[in-house]
Nanobody, 121 residues
Framework: QVQLVESGGGLVQPGGSLTLSCAAS????????MGWYLQAPGKQRELVAV???????NYVDSVKGRFTISRDGAKNTVYLQMNSLKSEDTAVYYCNDRQWVSMGWSTSYPWGQGTQVTVSS
């Protein structure tokens, strides 16, 4: 099975940028959708960006125009380029797949430890 490890988080000032990486232990080429999720303090984990293996992307409105998700099949890695960061972007960021099941959208793999993004003024 695929194992996912997130990295690239850190402390950044408002308006700054970060690039997050999600490294897979196996090939992600067969995974149709990969997504980035965040969990802010005291809140549930939520989806912020999705990319298909064909390159189609979707974003939640709060990050649209600021974040860009991409994937590199040769490196088995998914990226999240984060620009114009705001304090409300502060959260732990995770990656996983995104699969449609009868109950709705779900994930297939164990959650990693995520990577902390802190936007501080």
């Amino acid at each position: 099975q695929v194992q996912l490890v997130e990295s690239g988080g850190g402390l950044v000032q408002p308006g700054g940028s970060l690039t997050l990486s999600c490294a897979a232990s196996g090939s992600i080429g067969s995974i149709y959708r990969m997504g980035w999720y965040l969990q802010a303090p005291g809140k549930q984990r939520e989806l912020v960006a999705v990319i298909s293996n064909g390159g189609s992307t979707n974003y939640v409105d709060s990050v649209k125009g600021r974040f860009t998700i991409s994937r590199d099949g040769a490196k088995n890695t998914v990226y999240l380029q984060m620009n114009s960061l705001k304090s409300e972007d502060t959260a732990v960021y995770y990656c996983n797949d995104r699969q449609w099941v009868s109950m709705g959208w779900s994930t297939s793999y164990p959650w990693g430890q995520g990577t902390q993004v802190t936007v501080s003024s």
